[in-house]
């Protein structure tokens, strides 16, 4: 016979369900277009047979343009598979967060009440609230935290090995998704190892299995790139070029600024909330690993990877990227919740309930504090409700003036010949992907972001547009980049635009781009917020 489903087991599914729902419904309602472009136009070019970094510039790890590109074609290009993935991608997270709180760490019953919706809050993701990079980084990334929780709890034989081999290539494949995220899981899984009781002899095998997972992911991707001829270039544009956006400055200065920022700057309260329950599990569970508990060592080593995969992470953007990385959180809860929180200060018959009170009223303000900034921030205050009647963009929601923009410049470009080759800046970059075009320049993105083009690949641009014979070049009205949607309302005329970078949104001088246009180009009647250059009849 069946064994009954426990209660547990039952809202963690709930609250997965409940993600997956939520998340279908809600993607794509709240996407920064800048970014949203990175990523499709990465996956268009992919799809259509282009190698990252060989083909194109690609100053960041691959794998989530990748499985996006493997999507479409087993589906189509289009917004479905896209939220389907990223759908199950956040309840699976949520389901692997509930079995972290349950089983490893002892947080059952009605406590997970309390924690699930602490794991489902900003439902991971929800600050972009598309396939993205830092959703996969996370994803795999406290993959990675459960692999190896369920290696330290299979002492002896061959199973941990293979558990924490798991965690190491999983880790392996955040690093793959995102960098400084998979960089922060590397370094928490260390000291997760570290934390855990064994031998000396185990302690180093452990270290070994790990590492071994890890390099195998990044040994798989070198190859590709090694197969494609491209190996040269991805390790130029992922690891030196990318590190370029720190300029003289190094990671750690530009975290330890972050740091400093977060706790002595006016903004951030609601992190520096949060901080005090971090320190506080690691300095219980610290408590617990010296007392010689048996669990000890396995609780402080999923607090400390908890702590550093979040903290290490969102440092490198003063705490932008917090919401993506809410479910860690969770985990820091259940921690407390399980521990005796005053411990050593005042005896725990005496403080229990309402330390649980304590705990419990914590939790549901970080739900609400946090949940309705982003909540105001990307729906509500954006007014994102309008989707365009078009084939690969549907799904997609956009502000009313975004909308009507977009619009305006997909009914230009149907009465452009399909054999005439367009230029489009600054670059909504979704713009080749829904037309079924291809970007004559390799360049993905010309906004600012820490990735300018250099001097030497700004003279290139000319170069390149006159080799492919592109007939058209659209530029955008842009007045400022802010938050990633289409700021367009310029009063200046495109050639101040260009040369200025402003159509660019970076800060480069574009004034040979500007030249070529102006030689060979003719302005004609566009759209609303688009200056519409065509090609001299002299040109080819």
């Not at 713009?431 to 290139?460: C, I, W």
Request: net charge positive; hydrophobic share 50%.
């Amino acid at each position: 016979m069946l064994k009954p489903v426990s209660k547990e087991a039952r809202w963690i599914f709930g609250a997965a369900l409940t993600t997956l729902g939520y998340i279908y419904l809600m993607s794509f309602r709240s996407p920064i277009i800048v970014d949203f472009g990175v990523l499709i136009d990465r996956t268009w070019r992919i799809y259509l047979g282009q190698v990252p970094c060989r083909d194109f510039y690609c100053p960041s790890t691959p794998l989530t343009y990748w499985i996006q590109a493997l999507l479409f074609k087993i589906f189509s290009p289009g917004m479905f598979p896209m939220k389907v993935f990223l759908a199950v991608e956040m309840a699976v997270l949520v389901g692997l967060a509930g079995w972290l709180a349950w089983k490893v760490l002892g947080a059952g019953g009605k406590l997970l009440w309390v924690l699930l919706p602490v794991f489902m809050v900003w439902l991971p993701g929800v600050h972009l609230m598309i396939p993205w990079y830092d959703c996969d980084s996370l994803f795999f990334g406290f993959g990675a935290l459960c692999l190896l929780a369920a290696g330290a709890r299979t002492e002896g034989g061959r199973g941990g090995a293979v558990w924490i081999f798991l965690a190491g290539a999983a880790s392996g494949l955040s690093f793959l998704s995102k960098q400084n995220v998979g960089g922060a899981s590397v370094i928490a899984a260390f000291a997760f190892l570290a934390a855990i009781r064994s031998g000396a002899g185990a302690r180093a095998a452990k270290f070994l299995a790990y590492s071994l997972g890890f390099a195998l992911a990044l040994a798989a991707a070198g190859g590709y790139f090694a197969a494609h001829g491209a190996l040269k270039e991805a390790v130029y544009w992922i690891f030196q070029r990318a590190t370029q956006r720190y300029g003289e400055g190094s990671l750690a200065g530009s975290m330890w600024e972050s740091f400093v920022r977060i706790l002595t700057g006016p903004e951030n309260r609601f992190l520096k909330f949060i901080l005090i329950f971090y320190v506080w599990a690691l300095v219980l569970t610290a408590r617990e690993r010296l007392s010689g508990k048996a669990e000890g060592g396995l609780r402080l080593g999923v607090t400390l990877y908890a702590t550093l995969a979040m903290g290490i992470t969102i440092l490198h953007f003063h705490g932008l990227y917090y919401p993506i990385h809410q479910v860690y959180l969770g985990v820091i809860f259940a921690v407390l919740f399980t521990s005796d929180p005053f411990r050593g200060v005042i005896p725990s018959e005496l403080v229990r309930k309402p330390a649980f009170l304590f705990l419990g009223a914590a939790a549901l303000l970080s739900i609400f504090w946090g949940g309705s900034m982003r909540w105001r921030q990307a729906y509500s205050q954006a007014g994102i409700h309008w989707t365009l009647d078009h084939p690969r963009l549907k799904g997609m929601y956009f502000r009313k003036e975004d909308h009507d923009l977009v619009k305006g410049l997909m009914d230009l470009e149907k009465t452009i010949p399909r054999d005439e080759k367009v230029f489009i800046m600054p670059d909504p970059l979704f713009f080749y992907y829904a037309a079924d075009r291809v970007s004559p320049v390799p360049m993905t993105h010309f906004y600012v972001s820490g990735y300018e083009l250099n001097e030497a690949e700004q003279k290139l641009i000319p170069g390149m547009l006159d080799k492919e014979g592109v007939r058209w070049a659209l530029i955008g009205q842009e007045r400022v980049f802010e938050t990633g949607f289409l700021l367009f309302g310029m009063e200046e005329d495109w050639k101040a635009a260009v040369k200025s970078g402003r159509a660019m949104t970076s800060r480069s001088d574009y004034s040979g781009l500007r030249a070529w246009l102006d030689a060979n180009f003719t302005e004609v009647p566009g759209p609303k917020g688009f200056w519409v250059l065509k090609r001299k009849d002299g040109g080819r």
